[in-house]
């Protein structure tokens, strides 16, 4: 299958931010990952039309560290920003998980923790192209499935999570700062 999602990351991304990107490219499946280089938007577009991607996800950086995700359609027009733009204000890389590990996935689903959540499940759902569930459904998936984990509060703190139905961490942990649904060009 072709990928869904394009990988990339603002320019002159720090080594931690590569990391973030490498190990957010193997919990999200068919996903593509590419070094930005010198590439502006209308190169990033061509990328993503060349390997018929349907979301570009970007990923800058903030005091060397990742800083936020912002998601685009590839549509007919360009590069078109869709909600939510992620603030980050901190992540776990999976060298830094004790016993995370790197599996292939062949899937993924939005698992969120209380019903208050299901604005950022279903906004991540629709970047995704999955289904939204609540968390006590986990253990009816297959092993091969990557779950997004959405935990916490948007006022307080919120954390993503990349794991399986066993609670293995698959992926990054993402520490939440702000979601902003309202995106503007």
Do not use: W
């Not at 080594?15 to 590439?39: C, E, H, Q, W």
């Not at 004790?98 to 993924?108: C, F, H, L, T």
């Not at 999955?130 to 959405?150: A, K, M, N, R």
Request: glycine share 8%.
């Amino acid at each position: 299958m072709s990928p869904r999602i394009l990988l990339t990351t603002s320019r002159r991304p720090t080594r931690r931010t590569r990391s973030f990107l490498k190990d957010l490219a193997g919990a999200v499946p068919f996903s593509f990952k590419i070094n930005r280089g010198k590439m502006n938007y209308d190169d990033i577009y061509l990328k993503a039309l060349e390997v018929k991607a349907e979301k570009v996800a970007i990923v800058s950086v903030f005091k060397g560290n990742p800083g936020a995700i912002s998601f685009y359609d590839v549509s007919p027009e360009g590069l078109i920003m869709i909600p939510p733009k992620i603030i980050i204000s901190g992540v776990k890389l999976l060298r830094e998980i004790p016993r995370g590990r790197m599996i292939k996935v062949d899937g993924i689903k939005v698992c969120i923790e209380n019903y208050a959540l299901r604005n950022v499940g279903e906004a991540l759902s629709n970047i995704f192209s999955c289904e939204v569930f609540q968390c006590g459904l986990i253990h009816s998936l297959p092993p091969s499935i990557s779950i997004l984990h959405v935990e916490g509060s948007i006022e307080n703190s919120l954390t993503l999570s990349f794991m399986n139905k066993y609670g293995l961490l698959i992926g990054p942990i993402i520490k939440v700062r702000k979601i902003i649904f309202n995106v503007d060009q």
